[in-house]
């Protein structure tokens, strides 16, 4: 009785209940709030005898009892006692009108309550209807049904240290305390509810003695000096929760069962949004494989440049190389042309030609001289062939130099990925030879005139006796001389050899020079070998570098293309096994339907609350009052003077 007039003691009490409606009793589970497409429906109608109005006729409705929308929201309370059987069922019926009219809602209720004014709201007629009036707002009313059938038929038992036992005479008991509760399908009740709602069954257990709690499957929450136990149950499924604990002095919370639709409180991801990032995932591995591709063919070109700075690096170190050992023979074949021209001159230079009858004796020191130029002609033209292959060489090694790489690819290579900071430094130094390489070039393709004039000297140095100005040629002529100087005086000896001697004095003056700059240019030919190697060497480390980037470049291109093709498709399999996943969590869609009566068609959201009653220790029966004595006369006249 306890429990019936605290479901029922008054319209001020429910309607403290009726506020809380959209929370469902403190329920984790969120209410519907908005009515789905369809839910608001046409449902005022206008009371007459005709449709079971009974004596309240239209016309003593007033003012609004024409047709109007409204919605309505029907919480339905179950109170069950702590083993799952029900004692009492009653509706709280929210109606949100839009304009003021005339409301008639069935129901098989035994007794109505107004939440909202003063109206009654007594059934009229056959029908089991309500007929009143309301505004423009919320109207509340309560319902209480008589023989209510739940969607669920709800079950729980209780053992202590494995042996079952009437719950309430486990109270004040310890021991291991087991609580087995199920919720199942009612089949008389109209499935759409089992089929579409989702349950949630929550314990409250004294926080204080109730220890090592065990609840598979459900979420513990603390909540002040109690526990919360929750289990959820998904739609169409039957409830079959355990709870255990070791407890001391036994005594139970109540447990709330919540009902409402799965829809309303499970808001399921949307595939079409995680497919569109999926796809923009995609789309940058599918760019990320055009660069992979882009990388792999720059690296290529690099690999290829690298290979040609590594050729022509090469050929111009063969020719410096060639060039500089040539060098060392050259210059001493210079050097003693140089010398023996010095010699000739410097003895022609001091002889006295005035005195001809005084030459004779000179015949053989001439014909010595002619021998030592004879010589120096053959030494010649060994060096004008020496000097051809130089020459040879240096263009060789000038074309090599001068490559076909520009400056950004041999800073592409100092800047090249995978380079040690070693290797790097290396790269950079080489790219300053390289630098200087170019430079070197530039003055050789400048200077070779000048080289190609000291070739046509010392070739005609080196000619036959044919040739005027070749040694051979003056030669001859001292040869002669010493012949007319043996054969007797001639007049014209003395001019003859004044002039060969003032042509040697020049020869030697130029050739003298010609030798300087033959041994600076051996010189400078030795350190541009030396460097030349050394560039090599860098070279081919850059090349070999270049070369396994470019193949380790295929290799990262394709993983990316067998990236990219693995994934072009994810989105598609990405959805295809998220609504896959998504398959066990998807449930008809609740179409709101009155759970009270099949008539009432403006229905757009039904929720349950289904409450266990507490297990506790029985209340003390209150002690009869006394009853005072009747008064005597006596009494009553002493009562006068008091």
């Not at 409606?21 to 908005?34: D, K, N, W, Y």
């Not at 009492?88 to 949100?96: G, H, K, Q, S």
């Not at 400056?407 to 592409?412: D, I, L, P, R, T």
């Not at 003859?496 to 050739?511: E, I, K």
Request: charged share 15%.
């Amino acid at each position: 009785m306890r429990r019936m007039r605290k479901a029922f003691g008054g319209a001020a009490a429910v309607a403290v209940a009726v506020a809380m409606v959209p929370a469902l009793g403190g329920c984790a589970m969120s209410s519907v709030e908005t009515a789905p497409e369809g839910g608001r429906g046409e449902d005022a109608a206008t009371a007459s005898a005709a449709d079971g109005g009974g004596d309240r006729a239209a016309a003593d409705l007033g003012p609004g009892s024409t047709d109007g929308a409204f919605a309505k929201t029907e919480v339905v309370y179950a109170n069950l006692s702590s083993e799952g059987a029900v004692e009492a069922v009653y509706v709280v019926n929210r109606f949100d009108v839009e304009k003021p009219l005339v409301i008639r809602d069935f129901g098989a209720y035994d007794g109505r309550v107004n939440l909202t004014d003063q109206q009654s709201l007594a059934a009229q007629g056959a029908s089991d209807a309500a007929v009143f009036e309301s505004g423009e707002g919320v109207f509340f009313y309560q319902g209480n049904l008589a023989q209510a059938q739940l969607p669920w038929n709800v079950q729980a038992a209780y053992s202590l240290d494995g042996r079952p036992m009437d719950p309430r005479l486990m109270v004040g008991m310890s021991g291991q305390v087991e609580v087995h509760l199920t919720t199942t399908r009612n089949a008389d009740v109209n499935p759409a509810f089992a089929d579409s709602f989702m349950q949630q069954i929550t314990f409250t257990l004294p926080g204080d003695t109730w220890t090592n709690l065990q609840a598979e499957g459900a979420t513990v929450a603390a909540a002040g000096r109690d526990q919360t136990v929750a289990f959820t149950v998904l739609p169409g499924k039957d409830g079959d929760v355990t709870l255990s604990a070791t407890v001391r002095d036994f005594r139970m919370g109540e447990v709330s069962i919540a009902a409402l639709p799965y829809a309303s409180v499970v808001e399921m991801p949307d595939v079409g949004d995680v497919e569109g990032e999926m796809t923009s995932l995609t789309d940058a591995i599918a760019a990320l494989d055009e660069g992979a591709a882009e990388l792999a063919a720059g690296a290529d070109d690099l690999a290829d440049g690298a290979k040609q700075l590594q050729g022509g690096a090469q050929q111009l170190a063969d020719g410096l190389g060639q060039v500089s050992s040539s060098s060392g023979a050259l210059l001493q074949a210079s050097g003693q042309i140089e010398r023996g021209l010095s010699a000739a001159a410097a003895g022609l230079a001091g002889a006295d030609f005035s005195a001809i009858e005084q030459l004779g004796h000179l015949a053989d020191q001439l014909e010595a001289l002619a021998g030592g130029l004879s010589q120096l002609s053959e030494a010649s033209a060994q060096v004008a062939e020496g000097l051809q292959s130089a020459l040879g060489a240096m263009d060789s090694a000038a074309a090599g130099a001068e490559s076909d790489l520009t400056q950004e690819e041999v800073q592409a290579l100092v800047m090249a990925p995978g380079l040690s900071d070693a290797e790097r430094a290396t790269a950079q130094k080489l790219a300053q030879q390289w630098g200087a390489l170019q430079v070197m070039a530039g003055t050789y393709s400048q200077v070779r005139p000048a080289f190609e004039g000291a070739l046509a000297l010392v070739q005609t140095m080196g000619a036959g006796a044919e040739q005027q100005g070749s040694l051979a040629f003056l030669a001859a002529g001292l040869s002669q001389a010493a012949e007319a100087l043996r054969q007797g005086a001639d007049p014209s000896a003395a001019q003859q050899l004044a002039q060969l001697g003032d042509g040697l004095q020049q020869l030697a003056s130029q050739y003298g020079q010609f030798h300087e700059g033959l041994s600076a240019y051996a010189g400078g030919v030795a350190q541009l070998a030396d460097g030349a190697a050394a560039l090599t060497g860098g070279v081919d480390s850059i090349s070999g570098g270049t070369a396994e980037f470019a193949a380790g470049a295929g290799q990262f291109t394709g993983g990316m293309g067998q990236l990219a093709q693995e994934t072009a498709t994810l989105p598609q399999q990405m959805r295809q096994r998220m609504d896959d996943a998504m398959a066990d969590y998807e449930f008809p869609e609740f179409q709101p339907v009155s759970f009270v009566d099949e008539r009432n068609t403006a229905v757009q959201a039904v929720q349950f609350v289904m409450t266990l009653a507490a297990v506790e220790a029985p209340e003390e029966p209150e002690a009869p009052a006394e009853e005072e004595p009747e008064p005597t006369i006596w009494d009553r006249f002493t009562a006068l003077f008091a």
